[in-house]
Structure formats: structure tokens, C-alpha cells
């Protein structure tokens, strides 16, 4: 085999558009192209499209923009297997001038006696073989009736082989433990088996990163190779990814499509920062790791062997600290989109820009994701808030002190001068004392009153950026709120 830096490093995502690309196929994407980018190599995308009935509708252009997304740019592709398929045709042809390959004509109906006969006496299913010593008569005769037919590998019948994970290391597999698949179907399409490989070949790939799963079928593939009389690239698994109870990833996990995590105001930088330590760590403690970083350190020997576990949470931490790290004008162009689709209908649109920095850079701080943000400020945008007169209270205060102290508090902010959080909390606090109350006391209901929440950001900043006429009327319906209410 050779090593990593004889040859120069070439490397492909293969998908097939059979679903929405999820975690664990974006993963291996991630994977290959930090591979590629870390060695100077190129990232090749092949769709993987030979299985027609299996093809899903819009998942080809999924794959490439959830690639687009995170920034995952190929340098070349996409190619289309199913624009190759005179290639394969070719290739079986040399095959079978070779006898590495067979025909068989036996029908749907004939294997599936078999499989149910095997499964009977308990055994794997397995082709028996039938056609694999088909005399030319017999052949011809075949031909002659029009029966379809599928090209088979001739497998070994004995002995083993043994190849190189650089992942898993040394793997053996005992011929006889092997079926003879089929390469081409008789609907002229070949199966995965044969156009991986041939395209693996043709595309000079250096290095095939892909997922545990397919660990299975590199002794088929090194079969083919070696009937081809072609070198096999090398070959790592990448360790598949568990749910936190260590499961299988499912929807129940989070293991939607990617798109869905960008609909749900994931960044791209800290999607691939959390994914790429699905399986890969630089030491046992760095988390948080720039584009930058990961590409110059990423490197097959730190993939590891065993599962890796999906943490929602973590992924959640990570986007608020990449959150952060956005100067307040990122923020704002990210965030802006998600409060245009998600703020309630009756908010006018546009929004206002500099209304929205102010009120952004109050939660920067505490957002973990985009699509948070419209919750977390919706009552900045609101006209009317709709609470409780029993919130405004806090099982604290009566009717008439609080209905008292929003009309002092509402009298004193009307002659504010410069409408800042520092003048306002220089106003509001003395107030209290005045009033006989407790600064908690007097500031949680003001809080109510001009945000309906009983958590918000803080206040003086809050009211700062809603503005004075907003407070005054917002204080105003406060009171009307009291009023219609007995303790
Ligand atoms: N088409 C296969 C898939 O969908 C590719 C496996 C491979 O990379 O060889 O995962």
C-alpha cells in the first residue's frame, strides 16, 4: 500500500441521493475535505445515483448545499454515476474476457426459493452458485430465450486476504465467507460495489475516509482491485456516531438533515467545529477550534476507533460561544433573517436596523442560536404585551402601591432629558426608597410592565433601547391592567 504522502492526496464524498445528507454523512464530508485541505489535496464529490428506485427527489441539490453551507467547497465533481454508465459496461466487458466475472440468468423467483431453503436450515443467505459454471451450450442456450441476466464476482473459494485499515489496522476475511455479488444489474446499472471501485480507480483516489459501515465490503472491493489488476487507495472507517444513550443516531437525537440545523440558526463555523470532533480530537482537551485550525491539525492517527457520541448540549454551548464572537454587525445580519421569518405577523416589516442592533446587543451574550433570538426579543417588537395583572404583582406587591408606584415612576421618566440606562437607573433607584419599597420590589414590576417577562434582559439597558414612548405607554397599560383587577 501506499502511504499517506507518496502519492498526491485525492480524496471524495460519494454520497447517494437516497435522503437529506444528516450528521453522520456530513461528518465523513468534513472529514475528507479536512484531509484534502491538511495535505494540499483535492476533495472530490461523486453522487452516487445507480440505484434508481432508491433516488429521493431535491436530495442532490441538499447534499450540495448543506456542503455550500458549512463552507465545504469541492474542487472537483459533482460527477454523476449515472452519466458513466458506458464506463462500467466497458470495464465488465474486460472482466468478463478475463473469467474474474459470470452471468447469471437465474430468475427473482429461483433465489428467493433459495434464500427461504436457507433460511430453513438456518444458514446465511448466500448465492449458490449455480451459474457459475454455465458451459458455453448452456450459455448460448440461455441467450437465445432472452432471459435477463446480472454479472456476478467469482469469488475465491478458498484462502484469505488481508488489508490495511489506517484507522482499524490490519483486517483478515476468509474467502469462503464471501458471496459472489453482483456487479452489474440487469437493468444495465452497476451496484455500488463496481462503481465505487471503478470510479475510486479512474478518479486516482488516494485515500477512501468513509463510514464504519463500510468496513464490510473492502474484501469484495480488494477482490476487485486485484482482478482489475489495479492498486486499491487506502482506506480508513471513521468511527459511526451514537446518540447520548448510546444508541444509534436517530430523529429522536437530532439527526435531521444539516439544512435543519441551519434553519434552527446553527453557524456554520460552529457546526464544523462540533462535528469534527465527532471522531477526531486534536488532545483531551481543546473544544473549540477555528477552520483554520482544524485543517492545519487534522490527521488520521486522532481519528479514533470507537463511537462517537452526538451531545446536543455541546453543540448548543459551542454555537452560543461562536455567537458571541460575532462583532454586534454579524450578529445583526445573521440574526435578521430569523426575526423576519419568526417574529409574529402583526411586527411591521422592514425592521428597523438600528432598533434591532440595540435590542440585539442586549442578548448577544445569552443566545445559543439564531433562531432563539426572535423568542428571546420578541417583546421588544410587540405593540401590545399581553400578561397577567398577578405577574405585574409577583405575589409580592397590592394593587394600589404598585398602580402608585408606575404612575410616580411613569411622571419622573417623562421629564427624563437624555434617555440613557445610566440617567434612568439614577432616576428609578432613589424612587424606591421614596416609595417605601424595596429596589427588587419596585424594579421586578416595572420589569413586567414594560417587557411581560418576569426574565429579561437588564432593565434599565431594556428600556434604554425600547425607547420613551414605548415605556410611557407600556407603564400606562400597566395601570389599566391594576385597575381592572382586585387583589
Ligand atoms: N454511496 C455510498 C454512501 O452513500 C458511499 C460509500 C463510500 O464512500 O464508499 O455512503
Known amino acids: ?19 437529506y445528507p ?48 458549512l463552507g465545504l467547497n469541492w474542487d472537483e465533481g459533482p460527477y454523476f454515476q449515472s452519466q458513466r454508465l458506458a464506463i462500467y459496461h466497458e470495464i465488465t466487458r474486460s472482466l468478463l474476457e478475463k473469467r474474474h466475472v459470470y452471468l447469471c440468468y437465474c430468475s427473482p423467483q429461483r433465489l428467493e426459493t433459495m434464500r427461504q431453503e436457507q433460511a430453513r436450515r438456518k444458514q446465511p443467505p448466500k448465492y449458490d452458485r449455480h451459474c457459475r459454471d454455465l458451459t458455453e451450450e448452456e450459455r448460448s442456450r440461455l441467450e437465445t430465450t432472452g432471459v435477463s441476466s446480472v454479472v456476478r464476482f467469482k469469488m475465491p473459494l478458498e484462502g484469505e486476504t488481508t488489508f490495511c485499515d489506517l484507522i482499524h489496522g490490519s ?31 479512474l478518479m486516482a483516489v488516494s485515500h477512501v475516509l468513509r463510514a464504519d459501515e463500510w468496513l464490510s465490503s473492502v474484501p469484495r472491493h480488494v477482490l476487485l482491485y486485484r482482478a482489475l489488476d489495479w492498486q486499491p487507495p487506502q482506506f480508513a472507517h471513521l468511527p459511526i456516531i451514537l446518540g447520548p444513550d448510546r444508541t444509534r443516531l436517530s430523529k ?48 488520521l492517527e486522532r481519528v479514533g476507533k470507537t463511537a462517537a457520541v452526538f451531545n446536543r448540549d455541546k453543540l ?35 425592521l428597523d436596523k438600528s432598533f434591532v442592533s440595540g435590542v440585539l446587543s442586549l ?12 423568542q428571546l426579543t420578541s417583546f421588544f417588537f410587540a405593540d401590545e404585551l399581553q400578561y397577567d395583572a398577578r405577574l405585574l ?31 434612568l437607573e439614577a432616576i428609578l433607584r432613589p424612587l424606591a426608597s421614596e416609595l417605601g419599597l424595596s429596589t427588587g420590589k419596585l424594579f421586578g414590576l416595572l420589569r413586567v410592565a414594560v417587557t411581560g417577562c418576569t426574565a429579561a434582559p437588564p432593565l434599565f439597558q431594556t428600556m434604554a433601547v ?22
Not at 472530490?44 to 431535491?58: F, N, Q, W, Y
Not at 397590592?398 to 432629558?417: F, G, W
Not at 414612548?469 to 387583589?487: F, G, I, M
Open 316 to 350: 448548543d454551548w459551542m454555537n452560543g460561544v461562536y455567537l458571541r464572537q460575532l462583532s454586534l454587525d454579524e450578529f445583526v445580519q445573521q440574526a435578521m433573517p430569523f426575526l423576519d421569518r419568526d417574529l409574529p405577523e402583526s411586527v411591521k416589516r422592514p
Open 393 to 423: 404583582l409577583g405575589g409580592k406587591l397590592e394593587t394600589k402601591p404598585a398602580v402608585q408606584a408606575i404612575t410616580a415612576a411613569s411622571k419622573r421618566l417623562a421629564e427624563v432629558e437624555a434617555w440613557d440606562a445610566a440617567v
Open 363 to 374: 442578548i448577544q451574550e445569552r443566545a445559543r442560536t439564531l433562531a432563539e433570538v426572535p
Open 466 to 487: 425600547l425607547g420613551r414612548e414605548k415605556c410611557l405607554q407600556r407603564l400606562n397599560t400597566a395601570v389599566e391592567v391594576l385597575s381592572a383587577h382586585s387583589d
Open 22 to 69: 444528516h450528521l453522520g454523512n456530513i461528518r465523513t464530508a468534513l472529514f475528507n475535505w479536512l484531509f484534502a485541505r491538511h495535505h494540499g489535496g483535492k476533495f472530490i464529490l461523486r453522487i452516487e445515483d445507480t440505484d434508481s428506485a432508491r433516488k429521493v427527489e431535491g436530495t442532490v441539490e441538499a447534499i450540495m448545499e448543506s456542503l455550500q453551507w
Open 252 to 299: 429522536r437525537h437530532g439527526a435531521t438533515a444539516i439544512t435543519e440545523y441551519q434553519r434552527q440558526g446553527y453557524l456554520p463555523d460552529a457546526m464544523t467545529n462540533f462535528l469534527a470532533l465527532l471522531g477526531w480530537s486534536l488532545d483531551d482537551r481543546t473544544e473549540l477550534l477555528s477552520r483554520d485550525e482544524l485543517t492545519k491539525h487534522f490527521s
Open 171 to 201: 483486517v483478515t476475511f476468509r474467502h469462503d465467507t464471501l458471496d459472489d455479488f453482483i456487479l452489474l444489474k440487469s437493468d444495465g446499472y452497476p451496484t455500488y460495489h463496481l462503481a465505487n471501485v471503478i470510479d475510486d480507480h
Open 1 to 19: 500500500m501506499r502511504s499517506a504522502l507518496e502519492t498526491p492526496v485525492r480524496v471524495r464524498f460519494a454520497p447517494s441521493p437516497t435522503g
